[in-house]
């Protein structure tokens, strides 16, 4: 007997597949625990329709991305930071200060972990930071960290 699988059943299919197995198994086990239904004609279609959609709806959110990553790549983000003696900074600037701050002068919105900052700054200078958007699209930032009492 074809079924649908609706959710994953170790070692037999995941959620999704179409497969044949014995009757007495879907007719006793799988429909019964609905964890499958019968492959029908209007069954496959609706499947086929959600896959669809899931490609289009994926393909909308790499192009975001892939605009959001070119905004980024564009921007040259400049934080200022109390400084001591020797350039060095009070405290430290994070992937959530670089978020607040993206947020704040550019107006993209960022999640502090798709931000990767090997460790956190410490001192004056330019620096580059990916910036994970989404799968395999990742941005180059600059970062400047300037002291408060330049201009």
Do not use: C, W
């Not at 198994?25 to 019968?38: F, M, S, V």
């Not at 329709?49 to 990553?69: D, S």
């Amino acid at each position: 007997m074809n079924v649908v699988f609706l959710k994953n059943v170790p070692n037999v299919a995941k959620a999704g597949d179409i497969k044949n197995v014995p009757d007495g198994y879907a007719r006793n086990y799988l429909i019964p625990n609905k964890l499958a239904t019968p492959a029908t004609a209007n069954v496959k279609a609706q499947l086929e329709a959600q896959a669809k959609a899931q490609e289009k709806k994926h393909a909308q959110m790499e192009a975001e991305h892939r605009q959001t990553a070119e905004q980024i790549q564009k921007l040259n983000l400049v934080i200022k930071a109390k400084t001591g003696s020797k350039n060095r900074l009070f405290g430290s600037i994070t992937s959530a200060d670089i978020a607040k701050e993206l947020e704040n002068s550019a107006g993209l919105v960022v999640d502090k972990r798709k931000i990767e900052l090997p460790e956190p700054i410490r001192e004056l200078g330019v620096f580059d930071v990916i910036v994970k958007l989404y799968k395999d699209i990742n941005a180059k930032l600059k970062v400047t960290v300037k002291s408060l009492e330049e201009n």
